[in-house]
């Protein structure tokens, strides 16, 4: 089926053709299940069915072959193909689910800095802070699922996804789980909630963690007109708003970060001290990974 085309004479007609299409035939066409995505990609992160893991040690990858992890490791060791049984909601039918995973060897060291070791964490970047994403009003999208095999430990504080100003001084917004360690954080947030957050630290949206179903996101970020607008689904349900589009400082430009970034305990100097347990090996699992262009309103749901 091709791209909607909005105008009103194609719209006419396409209803005219989905009149006479459900007079000849009632049973949807497997063939016809296609992507639920409906505004132009402004980045593309979703996973093709038959891409090779070492492919994102290369330019091939639609992530930043490079950063943000140990940097002495490939993506192709992070990285994993997940038995996820199902694709998440924007994943199905060609694309698949992919999944982060920690050690106590992801510690990351940026060029002329000193290595992070309060932190464990491994970060897709989608973008490079002056592209596509970085003009008028974007949509975010994320799907999650938990692996059983590689548990988060929630007494600690994780920063999963976010998008990061290009001088690194702030998040526009992030999307964490676990308990919120930092000074001042609302301490009766349960540990098990997703939480996300403007970039004052804000919590605008908490679900649940769900055991085994795919939870999927959208965030559109009204880029001049300074708001955000949080979307959530469980499965394979239709996005809804769970947010007003709320007022937020949307300058600085940056890149959408997607992984985990678990932060350690002990510590207000979060970034190079604090205690992390030995012996971890932890994981999240991502599908339907992708930007869109919302002018117009629009937004896949
Ligand atoms: C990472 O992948 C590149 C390209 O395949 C390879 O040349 C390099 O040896 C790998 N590095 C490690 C640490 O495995
Ligand atoms: C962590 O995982 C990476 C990638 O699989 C591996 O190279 C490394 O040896 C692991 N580190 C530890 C401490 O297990
Ligand atoms: C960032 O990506 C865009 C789109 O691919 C490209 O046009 C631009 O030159 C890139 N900028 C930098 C600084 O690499
Ligand atoms: C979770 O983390 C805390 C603090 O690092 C640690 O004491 C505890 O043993 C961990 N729990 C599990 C189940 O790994």
Redesign the pocket.
Known sequence: MARHNHSSASLLKLGFLALVASAVARKPNPKCQKSTIKCPISLDGRVSNDFALETFDTNDSPFNPEYTKNLDINWSEILNFPDTETSSRFDAPDHKAIEVTINDSSIFTPGGGDPQNGFRRAGLLL??????SNVGIQTFHWSVKQDPQRPLNLTHEYMNIFHETNDYSANQWSFSLGKLLWEGAPSQLDEDLYKVLDRENNVIFTTEVLEDEWQNFALTMDIPENTLKVYYSQGNNPLKAVTEAVGNDNTGGGQFQIGLLKKPTGTSNVVFEGYQESGIDEGQIYGGLFIENSAGACVSL
């Open positions: 973008g490079n802070g002056s592209d596509a």
